[in-house]
């Protein structure tokens, strides 16, 4: 099993849609969590960081469900701009609370969005 | 401009051939990485550098080698290239991950990325 997984899509959905990524990891030692946008054959650029009581930018949630070890990302009003591809991370922190550096990525979501 | 830079941005070699390709980043972070992403496979790490003189291996280490003499730079370095190892590759850097703070300490920064051949 892989320690990050996402569904790869694609999702094709129009304009204005609403649209949900999920993302699930194995290590329950995981402590850090993100989602990253990588459009296509750049660098992935930071989306945002994902906190346990939720966070909320603009059109964005992200969600934590440490219980299930899952995260989700939801996108309202989609942009014809908010197609990427976009990246679960995931780091793990020992019982000091410091971090190993590690960062595992999950295989990515592809998302279209059309006129 | 803050930034992280790599250099080639692209290069065509044979195999056995050793090169380095360069990472350098003028934002004064203590973390440094380098990533593989290969279709299929996503962004897996290779070495990543906590410090100056700190380095550790990531997911798929084998065949690379890493140094960090200094803060800024980040040198990946292939001694013996395999065709194996034809990939995208992205150096990134930032604060450790998962130290105290908001989305700013957390987030890193990617150089642009090499994308190499090994024939």
């Known amino acids: 099993r892989k320690e990050v997984e996402q569904d790869p899509g694609p999702f094709n959905v129009p304009e204005g849609a609403t649209v949900a990524f999920n993302c699930t990891y194995s290590n329950s030692a995981s402590q850090s969590f993100f989602w990253y946008r990588q459009d296509c054959r750049k660098e992935p650029k930071l989306l945002m960081s994902?906190?346990?009581s939720g966070n909320e930018d603009g059109r964005f949630t992200a969600q934590l469900n440490r219980a299930s070890q899952y995260i989700s990302l939801l996108i309202r009003d989609s942009k014809l701009s908010d197609s990427a591809t976009y990246l679960c991370?995931?780091?793990?922190?020992?019982?000091?609370?410091?971090?190993?550096?590690?960062?595992?990525f999950g295989q990515g979501t592809i998302l279209t969005v059309h006129p | 401009e803050a930034q992280v830079t790599q250099n080639p941005r692209y290069l065509i070699t044979v195999t056995g051939k050793k090169l380095t390709v360069t990472c350098s980043q003028n934002m004064n972070h203590e973390y440094m990485s380098w990533y593989r992403q290969d279709p299929g496979l996503g962004l897996r790490q290779i070495y990543y550098?906590?410090?100056?003189?700190?380095?550790d291996k990531g997911d798929v280490p084998e065949g690379y080698k890493v140094s960090r003499k200094e803060k800024r730079n980040f040198p990946l370095i292939l001694e013996s290239p395999s065709p194996n190892q034809t990939s995208l590759y992205f150096c990134a850097s930032g604060s450790t991950p998962g130290t105290s703070g908001r989305s700013s300490y957390n987030e890193q920064f990617f150089g642009p990325g090499t994308r190499l051949t090994v024939l």
């Open positions: 991370v995931v780091n793990i922190q020992n019982a000091g609370g410091t971090s190993y550096g590690k960062l595992t």
């Open positions: 994902v906190y346990s």
């Open positions: 550098s906590m410090n100056v003189e700190v380095t």
